[in-house]
């Protein structure tokens, strides 16, 4: 089946989101004021939301395939646009860039893990208008004929850690990273005894 770039327009990819309702449960559970529930609250995901945005972005600019680096910054842009907004935490990813769908979908062989200065690899001549296949030779620059930029050209991919369905394996970072940095908040914030009704309120959804 074919994927498009429009599978890669930014969207919300994981969300927590508090409706009115929590908050009094919580209040009720707790006998904290209603007020002081929320701003808790809005400290908790405010705070996380930074934190997961930090360290998603370290993995965007690590294992996303990279030749001119528009696209990583493109997917760390678009990270920044997640925000709070009554009660409502949205973790946005994705890019408007076109070719993403082919960088998404490269195969192993198109990235540059190379096992050691010295392997050798079937490689296309460089100069060559049609992408003629060449001898085996040595490619320490690891050139790469790719479908890159909507069209089939030569890239060198400055990518030594990218890694295979990189964009699903973000997806799921944000994810365990928002969970762990609102656990981090809530047990920094509250007693041990007051921190299970907080805890299970405070569910991470991936969409």
Request: charged share 25%; glycine share 4%.
């Given at each position: 089946m074919?994927v498009?770039?429009?599978d890669y327009?930014?969207?919300t990819?994981?969300?927590?989101?508090?409706?009115?309702?929590k908050?009094r449960?919580?209040s009720?559970?707790t006998?904290?004021p209603?007020?002081k529930?929320i701003?808790y609250g809005?400290?908790?995901?405010?705070?996380?939301?930074?934190?997961?945005?930090?360290d998603?972005?370290?993995?965007?600019y690590?294992?996303v395939p990279s030749?001119t680096?528009?696209l990583r910054?493109?997917?760390?842009k678009q990270?920044?646009?997640s925000?709070?907004?009554n009660?409502?935490l949205?973790?946005?990813?994705?890019t408007?860039?076109?070719?993403?769908?082919?960088v998404?979908?490269?195969?192993?062989?198109?990235?540059?893990?190379?096992?050691?200065i010295t392997?050798?690899?079937?490689?296309?001549q460089r100069?060559s208008?049609h992408?003629k296949?060449g001898q085996?030779?040595?490619n320490?620059?690891?050139?790469r004929y790719?479908?890159?930029?909507?069209?089939?050209?030569w890239v060198?991919?400055?990518?030594?850690q990218?890694?295979k369905?990189?964009?699903?394996?973000l997806i799921?970072?944000?994810?365990?990273?928002?969970?762990?940095h609102?656990a981090?908040e809530?047990?920094g914030?509250?007693?041990?005894?007051?921190?299970?009704?907080?805890?299970?309120?405070?569910k991470?959804?991936?969409?």
């Amino acid at each position: 089946m074919p994927v498009y770039s429009a599978d890669y327009r930014p969207k919300t990819q994981v969300e927590l989101r508090l409706n009115q309702q929590k908050y009094r449960d919580i209040s009720s559970a707790t006998g904290l004021p209603l007020a002081k529930v929320i701003r808790y609250g809005d400290s908790i995901l405010n705070k996380s939301m930074q934190e997961t945005i930090i360290d998603v972005e370290k993995n965007i600019y690590k294992y996303v395939p990279s030749a001119t680096s528009q696209l990583r910054d493109s997917l760390a842009k678009q990270l920044h646009y997640s925000k709070v907004s009554n009660n409502w935490l949205q973790m946005k990813l994705g890019t408007y860039i076109s070719y993403m769908k082919y960088v998404a979908n490269m195969k192993e062989s198109k990235l540059r893990h190379p096992k050691s200065i010295t392997q050798r690899f079937s490689v296309y001549q460089r100069n060559s208008r049609h992408g003629k296949k060449g001898q085996m030779k040595r490619n320490p620059g690891q050139w790469r004929y790719v479908r890159y930029y909507g069209a089939p050209r030569w890239v060198r991919l400055n990518d030594p850690q990218a890694q295979k369905n990189f964009y699903t394996q973000l997806i799921m970072h944000i994810k365990t990273q928002l969970e762990k940095h609102i656990a981090y908040e809530i047990k920094g914030t509250f007693k041990p005894g007051e921190r299970r009704v907080w805890t299970d309120k405070f569910k991470v959804i991936k969409k």
